[in-house]
């Protein structure tokens, strides 16, 4: 036996210990020698899709964005109308603002939509919610699509700010869809998520495809900010813990799932765990599979912030980043993950290396305003990007000769008061 036919084992049996686990309240653990045969498959995931069983899964699952009291009467949703169901018992759903969308949604494999808007925050939106945003190759294959495209695509990443990251429907990401990816062809699915490089990461990508819809969001020269919800378990946590910040809600529910099935975090865990928690508490997290909430989740440094609204408040953060230099923000994502974990030679030749570029740029904002005391500079765009607006014509700065030549071919006028 291979093995990739060792590892579709695993998923096979897995498949049958996710359907089985999340109808409970509590999780127990899988206990690998009874392990069922293929046959009982079917038979697990038709006994998930009954109604009473959804019922008690959103029950024991979803957030409850209001801290009713005891004594007030809650309800579950429907599949009619899966958002809110009453006052008292509301589900909370991030909903992003997008009263300035700046072109039209771009919509990759029916699993992640890419929103653009005008004033620079880019909303990354994974579309799967009847599924819970669960894993298949279709998904694993769009995420990696929307990261790529937002790197490489000049149409999308021109005015590229901020972008935020968060799942449609009741949960952010619950992980591998194990009955997809097995039940549709495990060796060639399992051949393609784990062949290094992907397609994804282009000439110069270190990851597989598991592995580059977490770890390509890292390469993006801006912020990437994710609002979790309901469930963020196995790959979706990893997928979480490739931005470059987390906002939750207390009652999230986070977990590295690997380990109950016999598997290991494979997404790009290993980078990123190491950055965020100890290694004592990302062996215990690994190695038991436990469940924890997004209160405990914020205490060991899973997420950065617990929030009643993470939506409000990853926009929030995005408007102060926008109000600062790109040049600066994008510099300062690229140290702290280039040094995190260097020799402090690295450490200290990073700093000084992006420190020379800033100033370049700050010295040439300096000599403008010096030059150009009527005009209104502001930061827009990336390296040596910087546009400005003026009050008066360009054309009467006659007197300027060269320099404004040299403005002229290295500056857009963006426009005039």
């Known amino acids: 036996m291979n093995m990739i036919q060792k590892v579709s084992n695993r998923l096979i049996s897995a498949s049958y210990a996710y359907a089985s686990t999340i109808r409970r309240s509590n999780f127990r653990p899988f206990c690998s020698q009874q392990q069922p045969a293929l046959p009982l498959l079917p038979l697990a995931f038709s006994k998930l899709n009954t109604s009473a069983n959804k019922n008690q899964y959103y029950h024991h699952h979803c957030h409850h964005r209001s801290s009713s009291s005891s004594s007030s009467t809650s309800s579950t949703p429907t599949d009619n109308n899966p958002s809110i169901t009453s006052k008292s018992d509301t589900y909370y759903i991030p909903k992003p603002n997008l009263t300035n969308t700046a072109n039209n949604v771009i919509n990759i494999q029916n699993r992640v939509k890419i929103i653009p808007t005008d004033d620079g925050i880019i909303h990354v939106l994974l579309s799967r919610p009847t599924k819970l945003n669960s894993l298949d190759m279709p998904m694993f294959e769009a995420i990696a699509d929307a990261a790529s495209r937002l790197k490489n695509d000049p149409t999308l990443n021109k005015n590229m700010r901020v972008i935020l990251l968060s799942g449609e429907g009741r949960a952010f990401c619950t992980g591998l869809d194990a009955k997809s990816v097995t039940l549709s062809g495990p060796t060639k699915n399992l051949d393609k998520l784990l062949e290094r490089p992907s397609e994804f990461g282009g000439e110069d990508g270190l990851g597989n495809l598991a592995q580059d819809v977490c770890y390509l969001w890292r390469g993006l020269p801006v912020p990437v900010i994710t609002c979790l919800h309901g469930m963020c378990f196995g790959g979706g946590l990893q997928v979480a813990l ?23 975090p494979d997404m790009g865990a290993s980078l990123t765990l190491r950055e965020l928690v100890r290694i004592d508490v990302a062996k215990e997290l ?132």
């Open 286 to 417: 690994t190695m038991t599979g436990r469940i924890v909430d997004g209160l405990e989740a914020e205490k060991i440094g899973l997420v950065t912030r617990c929030v009643d609204d993470p939506m409000e408040e990853a926009m929030k953060v995005a408007k102060e980043i926008i109000e600062r230099s790109p040049d600066s923000v994008a510099a300062t994502k690229e140290l702290f993950q280039s040094t995190w974990v260097a020799d402090e030679d690295t450490c200290l030749k990073k700093e000084t290396d992006l420190q020379m570029k800033l100033i370049a740029t700050w010295y040439e904002y300096q000599c403008l305003f010096l030059y150009f005391p009527q005009v209104h500079f502001h930061f827009y765009g990336f390296y040596s990007n910087l546009h400005f607006t003026c009050k008066q014509c360009f054309m009467q700065q006659e007197s300027s000769g060269s320099l404004w030549e040299t403005v002229w071919g290295k500056f857009a006028i963006l426009s005039k008061k």
């Open 242 to 264: 490739g931005a470059d910040m987390r906002f939750s809600t207390p009652d999230c529910r986070f977990s590295i799932m690997e380990s109950r099935w016999g598997l290991i």
